[in-house]
């Protein structure tokens, strides 16, 4: 696994979140992207091409699917992905370009596209 974490701050400057974007070694198509708050609370994950999930309801999920916070249950639930987070023939950059804006990242930090 590759594993890459962004520090982002708030406008105001009053809290502190994490951007974690995680790609497979070995199926380069799977991918998760993630925001946290306070070091460990996932507020929003999306995965993609991976296994499907089973939330607590017993309902399954298939990939892309997206994890939002619920009080209560975490990041335990997820949904099917809207599309304009993972549309077809999407690269890589351009779905964390759509995940960041999902999440209101304004001042989204520069990524230096690299051969792997």
């Not at 105001?12 to 995680?22: C, G, Q, S, V, W």
């Not at 990041?75 to 995940?99: M, R, T």
């Not at 520069?110 to 792997?116: I, S």
């Amino acid at each position: 696994m590759k594993r890459l974490s962004v520090p982002l701050t708030s406008a105001d400057k009053r809290e502190n979140f994490m951007l974690d974007i995680t790609r497979s070694r070995i199926k380069l198509s799977q991918s998760t992207h993630q925001n946290r708050a306070r070091q460990a609370i996932v507020l929003l994950r999306l995965d993609i091409d991976g296994p499907p999930h089973r939330n607590p309801d017993g309902t399954e999920i298939p990939c892309p699917h997206l994890h939002i916070y619920q009080e209560g249950f975490g990041a335990k639930w997820a949904f099917a992905a809207p599309v304009h987070l993972c549309p077809a023939g999407a690269d890589s950059f351009a779905v964390c370009a759509a995940f960041m804006a999902h999440c209101n990242v304004t001042d989204a930090p520069h990524f230096v596209v690299g051969l792997f």
